[in-house]
Nanobody, 125 residues
Framework: QVQLAESGGGSVQPGGSLTLSCVLS?????????VGWFRQYPGAQREFVAA????????RYGDSVEGRFTISRDTSKSAAYLQMTSLQPDDTAVYYC????WGGGSPYERDYGTWGKGTLVTVSS
């Protein structure tokens, strides 16, 4: 059974940085998977943040985070990362990691079948 576990959330001041981690377990061949990061504001639907195909080099970012956030991976640790810089109060949300076998790194929530429980990021002075 595929499971995802996010960590690294917390509180940070505006302009600060934070790196989220997502450890994937129950997967034999990571290169068959796509991984995405989404975030959710209270009372709203999840918003696409970033995604990649583990076996490829292309990465995709949401318009609101392009140039500030970077998605990466470490196959030896079965972990995906979301490095967030220049954080602003509007970045405050619960951040979720998602994975899909044979996925294409889609920006759509519906294209991911496995989700982590999320980690809260709060940006406030």
């Amino acid at each position: 059974q595929v499971q995802l576990a996010e960590s690294g959330g917390g509180s940070v001041q505006p302009g600060g940085s934070l790196t989220l981690s997502c450890v994937l377990s129950g997967i034999t061949t990571l290169s068959n998977y796509a991984v995405g990061w989404f975030r959710q504001y209270p009372g709203a639907q999840r918003e696409f943040v970033a995604a990649f195909k583990w076996g490829g080099s292309a990465k995709r970012y949401g318009d609101s985070v392009e140039g500030r956030f970077t998605i990466s991976r470490d196959t030896s640790k079965s972990a995906a990362y979301l490095q967030m810089t220049s954080l602003q109060p509007d970045d405050t949300a619960v951040y979720y990691c998602a994975a899909e076998k044979w996925g294409g790194g889609s920006p759509y929530e519906r294209d991911y079948g496995t989700w982590g429980k999320g980690t809260l990021v709060t940006v406030s002075s």
